[in-house]
């Protein structure tokens, strides 16, 4: 039997413009998705990341920065689906046409009993050290 880990498809939150072009399509913006880990029920995290407008933008050439946010949160009972390796790859969404993703990888710091969520930008030939952590605490759920 073989267990296969697929990254989440995140869900649009919402965005707001944060530079107005004349010119061009849409705005540049700054966008929340929600994702839920596919690997631990109970867990939902919220990214926000930094999306380039403009002509570029309209059709997909655009490179969007490298800047992104995470927060990750307790929702329900933590149910952890299988062992858990550190690094596993949670999300992943292009931020260009071929070179650079954005992505999020767990760890899980056992003896705290806590999951942490890692976010940050890689490309082919050069990353970025940008990044952001979130963590959860993995605690009973409801009513003691």
């Not at 003896?111 to 970025?128: F, Q």
């Amino acid at each position: 039997m073989f267990l296969w880990s697929f990254a989440a498809r995140a869900e649009d939150v919402g965005c707001v413009s944060t530079t107005f072009r004349l010119l061009g399509a849409a705005n540049d913006k700054i966008c929340v998705e929600s994702f839920k880990d596919p690997d631990v029920d109970g867990v939902v995290c919220h990214i926000s990341r930094a999306v380039t407008g403009g002509l570029k933008g309209a059709v997909g050439l655009a490179e969007d920065t490298s800047d992104a946010a995470i927060a990750c949160r307790q929702i329900g009972p933590i149910t952890i689906k299988g062992k858990l390796k550190d690094g596993d790859e949670v999300f992943k969404e292009s931020r260009s046409l071929i070179f650079k993703k954005l992505q999020v990888v767990r760890f899980h710091d056992q003896p705290n009993n806590t999951l942490v969520y890692l976010s940050y930008s890689d490309r082919v030939i050069e990353g970025s050290p940008k990044n952001s952590i979130s963590t959860v605490p993995i605690m009973p759920w409801g009513n003691p």
